[in-house]
C-alpha cells in the first residue's frame, strides 16, 4: 500500500472549516484514499473515501487532486466532538483487508 | 442496526497466563479483522478473517491467534502474556472484505492491561 504523510497536529476554531491534507504521492491508479478518526480511547469511525472524483457525504468532503498525489479531508464546521486522531489511509484493490494506519494529525477544535 | 461488540471492554491479567477476547461483527458482515493499538507502536494489524478462513496476517508472533465462527463471530487468543502485550485491541468487521470499495466498522475495543 502507498505511505502516506501528514501533519502531526492541527487546531481549528469552532464552527469553522477544518481542512487536513494528505500527501499520498506513490499511489497507484486503482488505490483508493480513505479517511478514518478515532476519538479518544474509542474504535476508529470510517468517515469517507474516493478513488479519483471528489466525494461529499453528511460527515465531511474529500478533495482528490488531479494526479492522486494529495488530497484534503475538509470538515465543514468543526465542533468540538470533531477533536480527534484523523487517518489518512491508501487501500490496495486486492483481496488483502488490511489497513495501515500511520500517526494521523491530531485535529483539536477550540471553541 | 447493531455495531460491532467486542467484549470484555477491560481486562487485566497476569504476566504468563492466556486471553480470549471476543467480537461480534454487525448482522450480515462475513470479514473481521483485528488491530492492535499502544502508545508507541500506534495502530497494527493483526489478522483478518473471513468465512471461518485467516486470510491476511501481521507480523505478530505466534502467540497471537484468532479464528471465526460460522456466525461470523470471531475471537483471538493471546497466550503467555507479555507486559508488552498490554493495549486496546481492536476487532472491525466489513461487508464483503474483498475488494478497496469497502469500509470497514470498528467496534469500541477491549483494553488489556497485563501486570
Known amino acids: 500500500d502507498a505511505k502516506t504523510t501528514q501533519p502531526t497536529s492541527m487546531d481549528c476554531a469552532e464552527g469553522r472549516a477544518a481542512n487536513l491534507p494528505c500527501n499520498h504521492s506513490?499511489?497507484?491508479?486503482?488505490?483508493?484514499v480513505y479517511w478514518y478518526r478515532q476519538i479518544h480511547s474509542q474504535g476508529p469511525q470510517y468517515i469517507i473515501h474516493g478513488l479519483k472524483n471528489n466525494e461529499t457525504n453528511e460527515m465531511a468532503s474529500l478533495i482528490i487532486t488531479e494526479d492522486r498525489k494529495s488530497s484534503t479531508l475538509i470538515l465543514p464546521h468543526a465542533t468540538l466532538r470533531d477533536t480527534a486522531v484523523y487517518y489518512c489511509?491508501?487501500?490496495?484493490?486486492?483481496?488483502?483487508?488490511?489497513?495501515?494506519f500511520g500517526a494521523g494529525t491530531t485535529v483539536t477544535v477550540r471553541a | 442496526k447493531a455495531g460491532v461488540t467486542q467484549t470484555p471492554r477491560y481486562l487485566i491479567k497476569t504476566r504468563g497466563q492466556q486471553v480470549t477476547l471476543s467480537c461480534s461483527p454487525i448482522?450480515?458482515?462475513?470479514?473481521v479483522s483485528w488491530y492492535q493499538q499502544t502508545p508507541g507502536q500506534g495502530l497494527q494489524f493483526l489478522f483478518e478473517?473471513?468465512?471461518?478462513?485467516?486470510?491476511n496476517k501481521g507480523n505478530f508472533p505466534g502467540r497471537f491467534s484468532g479464528r471465526q465462527f460460522s456466525n461470523s463471530r470471531s475471537e483471538m487468543n493471546v497466550s503467555t502474556l507479555e507486559l508488552g502485550d498490554s493495549a486496546l485491541y481492536l476487532c472491525?468487521?466489513?461487508?464483503?472484505?474483498?475488494?478497496?470499495?469497502?469500509?470497514?466498522?470498528f467496534g469500541q475495543g477491549t483494553r488489556l492491561t497485563v501486570v
Open positions: 448482522s450480515g458482515h462475513r470479514s
Open positions: 489511509i491508501v487501500r490496495a484493490t486486492s483481496n488483502d483487508y488490511k489497513l495501515s
Open positions: 506513490t499511489i497507484s491508479g486503482n488505490e483508493y
Open positions: 478473517y473471513f468465512s471461518e478462513t485467516q486470510r
Open positions: 472491525a468487521s466489513s461487508l464483503v472484505g474483498t475488494g478497496a470499495n469497502t469500509e470497514a466498522f
